[in-house]
């Protein structure tokens, strides 16, 4: 009699164990979401990202040009796009003011170095992805981006070439 007693007990135990229908432990998203903000103060000019040119080959000497509007790369003489994402140098500005801005890049070649070295190549016909001047509205803020044509001789040693590209705008 005592075992009969102890059975409803221990069903009644083992029911109160058991999880409760529908609930399931929570799941974290897999990969986690990023946050991110451009944060710039009024008369402000900041760069988002690099001018590239990816991987080229030279069988010769030739050009090879970034369009600003598009972002797309041509090719001409002796160059070959061999791979990676070309791209034109991006800018994001801020203005404090209802005004024009006049945006300035290099209007004379400019040299960039080999990585380990000294030999140059030559960037140059800089161009934007509109207009120079840009009138805003109070407190507004621009993005522009900027193209330019590498040439690259024949017989270019290999290797990776850098350098800086002046790019300035004008508050009135």
């Not at 890049?105 to 380990?116: D, E, K, Y």
């Amino acid at each position: 009699m005592f075992r009969v007693g102890l059975a409803p007990a221990l069903a009644g135990l083992v029911l109160l164990s058991l999880p409760a229908a529908g609930s399931a432990a929570p799941i974290a998203a897999s990969p986690k979401a990023e946050g991110q903000a451009l944060v710039l103060r009024p008369l402000t000019l900041e760069r988002i990202a690099d001018m590239d040119f990816a991987t080229l080959a030279v069988t010769s000497g030739g050009t090879a040009t970034i369009n600003p509007l598009t972002g797309a790369m041509t090719t001409a003489g002796g160059l070959i796009h061999l791979g990676g994402t070309p791209s034109p140098a991006r800018f994001a500005g801020a203005a404090s003011k209802q005004t024009v801005v006049i945006i300035r890049v290099p209007n004379q070649p400019v040299l960039i170095r080999r990585v380990g070295g000294t030999e140059t190549l030559s960037l140059s016909n800089f161009t934007l992805d509109g207009q120079d001047k840009k009138a805003l509205a109070q407190q507004q803020s621009f993005l522009f981006a900027v193209g330019a044509r590498i040439t690259v001789p024949a017989g270019t040693v290999e290797g990776l070439y850098t350098g800086e590209i002046e790019v300035t705008v004008q508050y009135p």
